[in-house]
């Protein structure tokens, strides 16, 4: 009988365990998964954080409460370049021809590399968390808001996490696959409020800010965490941006994973 349609959950395992001690031997993209969202918490937070405290609040505002949510996105978006490095490098090397030739659940191959990686980002967002209570952040969510925040990041890094997948596979090369997520790390995260709220932002950049997906998103996980006031719906809409981002970055991947080459 054919382990296509009896041990898909058993070739799905096979495959997150593959990739997760490709992680193990190669820790170098996982540390700077970790290193980015630290260096720009350490860099906004507690170096200029004075400076962004005096210009956007002045004694009543707490920066650090105010740039947590926006690092907790980042800290999902730098966790991009890990999987989409690791697909192209399994297609370019051949290691997914070979994998066609075996008698398997054909999914798991992608399957996998979206779980390890998704298993990567939650602990690196756990990680980013601690740091943060530790130099000072206090959130004042209840334990309901809490379950909230935890679910819009499990699925915001299951969107991305595909997202990522997907552009990996169109990448021709590692070095491509690195370069291409880069506006995932730093274009959006810069050009939305993650540092600074909209109204203190040009004209232009305020419109691209409030239309793009991250700030829905940042300005819901702030208004949970810290009770800050949002729009009506907002929430809503940062669970569509999810699951608009997933069911491309999916189709997207499946597409060109099933069609056998990178370009």
């Known amino acids: 009988m054919s382990t ?3 041990h898909p959950m058993a070739d799905i395992n096979t495959m997150l365990r593959r990739n997760l001690r490709h992680a193990q031997r190669y820790p170098g993209v996982s540390i700077g998964t970790l290193a980015m969202p ?17 210009g956007l609040g002045g004694a009543g505002f707490d920066y650090i409460d105010y740039l947590i949510p926006g690092i907790l ?3 999902v ?3 991009t370049m890990g999987p989409a490095i690791a697909v192209c490098t399994d297609m370019t090397e051949g290691i997914v021809a070979r994998f066609r030739t075996m008698s398997m659940f054909r999914p ?5 590399a979206v779980l390890g990686s998704m298993l990567q980002i939650l602990a690196s967002l756990a990680l980013v968390l601690g740091f943060a209570l ?3 952040f206090r959130p004042n969510a209840s334990f309901g808001d809490w379950l909230l925040v935890i679910g819009l990041l499990v699925a915001l890094t299951f969107a991305f996490t595909w997202l990522a997948v997907a552009l990996g596979l169109v990448s021709k090369t590692p070095e491509g696959a690195s370069n291409i997520v880069l506006p995932l790390n730093l274009l959006f995260p810069f050009l ?9 932002m040009p004209k232009g950049l305020r419109w691209f800010a409030e239309y793009q997906p991250f700030t829905p998103i940042i300005e819901t996980l702030r208004h949970l965490l810290i009770g800050t006031p949002t729009d009506t719906g907002e929430g809503w ?3 569509a941006w999810c699951f608009a981002i997933a069911v491309v970055g999916y189709f997207w991947a499946q597409k060109n994973y099933n069609k056998g080459t990178v370009a």
Do not use: R
Not at 38 to 54: E, R
Not at 192 to 200: E, G, M, N, Q, Y
């Open 237 to 239: 809409v940062a669970l």
């Open 4 to 6: 296509t349609t009896v």
């Open 38 to 54: 630290v260096i720009m918490l350490l860099l906004f937070g507690v170096v200029f954080g004075k400076t962004f405290k005096a």
């Open 108 to 112: 798991a191959v992608l399957t996998g």
């Open 192 to 200: 939305s409020t993650t540092f600074i709220p909209l109204d203190a």
């Open 73 to 75: 996105l980042l800290t």
């Open 77 to 79: 978006t730098s966790g």
């Open 134 to 136: 530790a130099i000072g």
